[in-house]
């Protein structure tokens, strides 16, 4: 079904007047002008996928800002086709209201209040074992939902001995979906319809690190020399600096009040330390795991505090600038979510004006808009796939299958992924595994799919040393731009799927 | 005390004296900075007063980004 007509602002990448060093900008802006004078209005844009009408509905002046008329499907080809323009949703405004959107942290329980559990009538002990050798599997939580849909039920983390006591009213219970999530060296598992019993053992898969998951399915090959030349920058929760597959030349941690050589992991759940390997990890299987893209230079800009699950803006758009200063060529930021913030679109805007291309997730909430900062047209917005397949019966990632299935019907978009026009690439990202703090994890969502495309466009970039060597301004963000959207191939999602498609390479 | 973020847009790097400026007024406590940012506890009328002797700089609030999780949670 066609998409209805929306209107949009188009403004040049950086300020409000197309800059007369940017010729393409500047003939775009006056092509643009000379519609809007003429009586159809309608421009016929040239892009890789045939001429889009883009009607002009108004204009400030010759080389300013231009009201258009387009499908929001015909979007990823127009950013395609001129990187170095902002495309902007019309915004009414209200009376401003800001409200600060806050996640509850991942509630676990202790083992003390666990053991209250257990003594209470009602709670049940489950033991969470290793499905190879019998071991109890430690601090691993789990999620006992009894009504999926209003989220009730009980969690907890299992203690030294695999077990966990969770409060559920009775001692032999029904549950709708139980899932449990270790914290590296296993498979997360899920469970449909599964009555819990005191004393019922739940065995996990060991991740073998020689398996084929999605990421090594689109982005196999093990040549240590991917991606060298390109210098990226993580902008997270930290990267385990001591783990025996990464190497971290640098980076700064710009949480205030904290130490800015302390760019480690920030001991929350290896978000960071996930994503970084994604992109760089130099390890062999089965001992090790390679990355996308083993060659680059890595550098860590932490934004979460120690502990913290929440990143300030003020964190984040001092980590562009930094990771700019530094010399990065591209940057992954794996997070978002909230309202549109002006002060780190104008650090993005400033990071592709530098010549440095941003990618970011677009979220986690389930078919929702596209998260800011994903959603501002500097970035690159990253949705999630899977493919059937690359995940072991019974694990966890079997929940985030969901349609629109590809032409290959046993690719998909990830159930948890949100979507929209401002989408620009696809990635893999259910059922990862990658490094964690000490040892390895299998991780899903956008936070896994955008690395993977960062990865990819730092492999594709390499084998293009005339836009690496241009001066670094808005025209080698744009050649790196129209070089990733040529490199991406449609898998038959639709555009609000994934935008250009998957980086191939 | 709510915290703001002062972002300078001039080409070179920040001026020492708006930064003395900054500092200097009574109500506003420099936490943070960064060669094109300040970190700044104080109240927004008073920053904004500030600001309008400096208009190369522009007010922002700090807000919070969450880490994006797929796991489920109970509640």
Request: proline share 7%; aromatic share 6%; with cysteine.
């Amino acid at each position: 079904m066609a998409s209805k007509k929306t209107q949009y602002v188009v403004v040049p990448s950086g300020g409000l007047v197309a800059a007369e060093s940017n010729p393409a900008q500047m003939l775009f802006f006056q092509a643009l002008q000379q519609t809007f004078s003429s009586s159809s209005k309608v421009h016929s844009l040239s892009t890789n996928i045939g001429m889009l009408p883009i009607k002009v509905v108004d204009s400030i002046g010759e080389n300013k800002a231009k009201l258009i008329e387009c499908t929001p499907d015909d979007l990823p080809a127009l950013r395609a086709s001129h990187p170095s323009v902002r495309i902007l949703p019309l915004v009414y405004f209200q009376r401003a209201v800001h409200r600060y959107q806050v996640h509850a942290p991942f509630a676990a329980r202790s083992t003390r209040a666990q053991a209250k559990a257990a003594a209470k009538p009602g709670a049940i002990t489950l033991a969470i074992i290793s499905a190879k050798d019998g071991k109890p599997v430690p601090n691993a939580m789990v999620v006992a939902f009894t009504d999926f849909a209003s989220r009730a039920g009980a969690q907890g983390k299992t203690n030294s001995k695999g077990q966990v006591a969770l409060t559920l009213g009775g001692s032999n219970k029904k549950i709708e979906r139980l899932y449990i999530y270790p914290a590296l060296s296993y498979w997360p598992v899920l469970q449909n319809n599964v009555t819990l019993k005191a004393g019922m053992k739940v065995p996990l898969p060991t991740i073998d690190l020689s398996a084929i998951d999605c990421v090594r399915y689109f982005y196999g090959g093990n040549d240590s020399t991917l991606g060298e030349g390109l210098k990226v920058g993580v902008i997270d929760s930290g990267v385990a600096t001591n783990h025996p597959d990464l190497v971290v030349e640098g980076g700064q941690n710009t949480v205030p009040g904290e130490k800015p050589t302390d760019f480690g992991d920030n001991g929350t759940e290896g978000h960071g330390t996930h994503v970084a390997g994604i992109i760089a990890a130099r390890g062999t299987p089965p001992s090790g795991i390679g990355g996308v893209a083993p060659g680059v230079v890595l550098r860590s800009y932490r934004v979460f505090g120690q502990g913290a699950d929440n990143a300030s803006n003020y964190a984040i758009t001092k980590a562009i600038d930094a990771a700019v200063a530094d010399g990065c060529d591209l940057l992954n930021m794996s997070l978002g979510g909230g309202d549109p913030d002006t002060l780190t679109a104008e650090a993005l805007t400033s990071a592709h004006n530098a010549g440095v291309v941003v990618f970011a997730a677009n979220g986690n909430d389930g078919r929702q808009p596209v998260s800011f900062p994903a959603a501002n047209s500097m970035c690159q917005a990253v949705s999630a796939m899977g493919r059937i397949g690359m995940f072991p019966n019974g694990t966890e990632p079997e929940g985030s299958v969901a349609a629109p299935y590809g032409t290959d019907k046993k690719n998909f978009i990830a159930e948890f992924s949100n979507i929209g026009p401002e989408t620009d690439v696809t990635g893999p990202g259910v059922g990862v595994m990658s490094t964690v703090p000490g040892g390895y994890g299998v991780m899903s969502g956008t936070s896994m799919a955008t690395p993977a495309e960062t990865g990819a466009a730092a492999r594709l970039l390499a084998t293009k040393p005339d836009i690496l060597r241009m001066p670094r301004d808005q025209n080698r963000a744009a050649a790196m731009i129209t070089a990733i959207a040529g490199a991406s191939k449609l898998l038959g999602f639709g555009a609000v799927y994934e935008g250009k498609g998957v980086i191939t390479v | 005390m709510s915290r703001y973020i002062l972002r300078y847009g001039g080409s070179q790097s920040m001026p020492a004296e708006h930064l003395e400026n900054i500092r200097s007024t009574p109500g506003l406590k420099v936490v943070d900075e960064s060669p094109k940012m300040l970190l700044v506890e104080g109240d927004e009328a008073t920053l904004s007063e500030k600001l309008r002797e400096m208009p190369e700089w522009s007010l922002h609030p700090e807000v919070e980004y969450p880490l994006p999780d797929t796991r489920k949670k109970v509640g």
